[in-house]
């Protein structure tokens, strides 16, 4: 009897937990929303800034659906206004005037959409940004599952100084820009003329420098520290990959800093635990965040996204070869390898390319990828230098 009710109470559970881990789908009238998504985040610094008008699609697969043909333009406390014009794909510009941007004045942003509903915020105050005193890093190891997992590299630091209490809430953005190598090789294109010939040292990219807008969230209430010199706040981990070869040869942090308000940010620190901390079974669901914008004749309507104002202050940091890591590069990266025989080219497979190297004392002539002979070939990268390098 006593196995029988075990048996019948490990079913129940198996049954039960299975039922937690159901997938859910929202009401066909659900999936598409068409819910105005507002995101305007300016700051002080004069010259062209953008906002964006769009809604939002669908909850299973997320997407946005531009707004074409808004009105959109920021007011100043004391009436002065600059309007934006639409630069395409739902993006609206504005071109601030030196002036017009002030530390301690309040702004509000004024929208009319095409059908004729109009939008507001509250007025938001640029507040002032402590500089930030000092961008360094140091040679870390980071662990990931298993210890065996673990992986050396670097983490980036900054210093700043708290000493005015209109500094309410900073936020960071990061961008990243490393140089990158294709292996020294002979370089050849198989043409669409059905000629094989060498690609010219002119036409050869080897090297090429990578930038990437880095999308972790940093933000931080300084209502709790005390005034003084705050230091070593960190960022994300930079990997010593040997294949992404982001700290073989030089690599940059671009680190914004931005002011901000305690509304704003409880929405950025909102967003982070919604899109940076999901992955397990008992997380929780991701929230409509609350918007600072309203229908002007419909308190009812649901708007999403946000408005803020904000003081800026940047500064950019180097890593270069950094003592103590590993700077070998993975051996057969781009290494041409000789395939067995293949099926007859017709044009529509030209352009296809070739390169000569060593492999194990010999050389070796085979295909290989066009990133392989053209680093321009990845995302977000080009030849040409950047002026700060």
Request: charged share 25%; proline share 5%; glycine share 6%.
């Amino acid at each position: 009897m006593y196995r029988v009710l075990l048996l019948l109470s490990l079913l129940v559970s198996a049954c039960w937990i299975s039922g937690c881990v159901e997938r859910y789908y929202p009401d066909e009238d659900n999936l598409k929303t068409g819910t105005l998504v507002i995101n305007a985040h300016l700051t002080n610094q004069q010259g062209l800034q953008t906002i964006e008008i769009s809604r939002s699609v669908t909850l299973i697969y997320p997407s946005q659906d531009p707004v074409l043909g808004s009105f959109a333009e920021l007011i100043r406390e004391d009436g002065e206004f600059c309007e934006f014009t639409e630069v395409g794909s739902g993006n609206y510009g504005c071109n601030f005037e030196e002036g017009f941007l002030q530390t301690g004045l309040s702004y509000k942003l004024h929208v009319m959409t095409p059908d004729g509903k109009e939008y507001e915020s509250e007025f938001d105050k640029i507040r002032p940004v402590p500089d930030m005193d000092s961008i360094y890093y140091e040679v870390e190891t980071t662990s990931y599952q298993t210890e065996s997992e673990s992986m050396e590299g670097v983490r980036f630091y900054i210093d700043f100084t708290y000493d005015d209490h209109e500094y309410e809430c900073l936020r960071w953005e990061l961008t990243e820009t490393y140089e990158f190598h294709n292996p020294e090789m002979s370089a050849y294109i198989y043409d669409v003329d059905f000629q094989m010939k060498q690609i010219p040292d002119s036409s050869y990219y080897r090297v090429c420098y990578f930038t990437n807008n880095l999308p972790s969230i940093h933000s931080m209430s300084l209502s709790y520290l005390d005034f003084g010199i705050y230091i070593r706040k960190p960022f994300g981990f930079v990997p010593n990959d040997q294949l992404a070869q982001k700290l073989k040869h030089k690599y940059s942090l671009h680190v914004k800093q931005f002011s901000m308000s305690e509304e704003a940010f409880h929405y950025w620190n909102e967003l982070k635990k919604t899109s940076q901390e999901q992955g397990f079974l008992f997380d929780r669901q991701p929230a409509l965040l609350k918007s600072n914008l309203h229908n002007v004749n419909d308190d009812q309507e649901i708007v999403l996204g946000f408005f803020s104002m904000s003081g800026v202050t940047e500064c950019r940091g180097f890593a270069e070869k950094p003592d103590g890591l590993d700077m070998s590069l993975y051996e057969y990266y781009c290494m041409p390898v000789i395939r067995g025989p293949g099926g007859p080219v017709s044009r529509d497979d030209l352009p296809m390319y070739y390169a000569r190297a060593f492999w194990d004392g010999e050389s070796v002539f085979a295909e290989v990828n066009k990133h392989c002979v053209d680093c321009r070939e990845y995302v977000n990268s080009t030849h040409l230098m950047p002026d700060f390098w």
